[in-house]
């Protein structure tokens, strides 16, 4: 078995994506169906090794919703093996950050990572975070990091100002860039599934594959 580390996919973690939460209604539909794409291309890598990451904040149930929504994304894709759980703590340090991504990037056989994590809270008044104007260039700069194959900038995010934006997700954020980097295999450019703000909360879906994880691709 030649191991590799095959790239990562990002999905945010709100509980409306467990279905049986989102009522009649069901305002993220189009969320869930991105994330399951998103899902679908991981799967199609053919790892023998799923690593999730999301962030553990204190104030959140256990088991956390990063983890909830994870594991319902992985099983209604078809993923029936058991995954690594590791957790970032909201407020991990960029070191934290750089020692959890060596890790989940080191890959042991066909390795894949799955990345759970939100922007800001910011963007609306009926936001949890209300309205905060410094939430768009915020965000627009995590964006931007994905769609133009920047890990580095992920890595780079304000810690303070993620938190007064009560973007929950920079830690894990930064774990995905910093694993990418240190990817071995050269990243591809991602592909977008989704980026929106149901909520006033930033959700953005990607697939980002390196060199090896494409089906047809060598490992």
């Keep these: 078995m030649t191991d590799a580390f095959l790239g990562a996919v990002l999905c945010p973690h709100p509980p409306l994506l467990l279905r049986e ?20 291309d991981l ?9 999730v990451v999301g962030p553990s904040c204190p104030d959140e149930p256990s088991p956390p919703w990063s983890l909830r929504v994870a594991r319902r994304l992985l099983a209604e894709a078809g ?3 058991d995954f690594e759980w590791h957790p970032v703590p909201s407020t991990a340090t960029a070191a934290e950050c750089d020692r959890i991504a060596a890790g989940v990037a080191h890959p042991a056989g066909r390795t894949a990572l799955l990345v759970m994590a939100d922007g800001s809270a910011s963007r609306t008044l009926k936001a949890p975070g209300y309205l905060d104007e410094r939430a768009f260039a915020f965000d627009d700069a995590i964006v931007r990091a994905v769609r133009t194959n920047d890990p580095a900038a992920l890595t780079r995010v304000d810690a303070t100002l993620a ?9 894990a954020l930064h774990v995905l860039g910093a694993a990418v980097r240190c990817a071995t295999n050269r990243p591809r ?3 977008v599934h989704y980026v929106g703000d149901p909520f006033g909360v930033l959700y953005l879906a990607a697939t980002w594959a390196c060199e090896s994880g494409e089906p047809g691709d060598p490992a």
Excluded: K, N
């Excluded at 189009?30 to 399951?36: G, T, Y």
């Design 21 to 40: 939460l989102a009522g009649q209604q069901d305002p993220i539909a189009d969320l869930r169906a991105a994330c399951r794409l998103a899902v679908a």
């Design 189 to 191: 450019v991602p592909r």
């Design 163 to 171: 938190e007064e934006l009560r973007a929950q997700g920079r830690a």
């Design 79 to 81: 993923w029936s093996g």
């Design 43 to 51: 799967l199609g890598w053919g790892p023998d090794r799923i690593r």
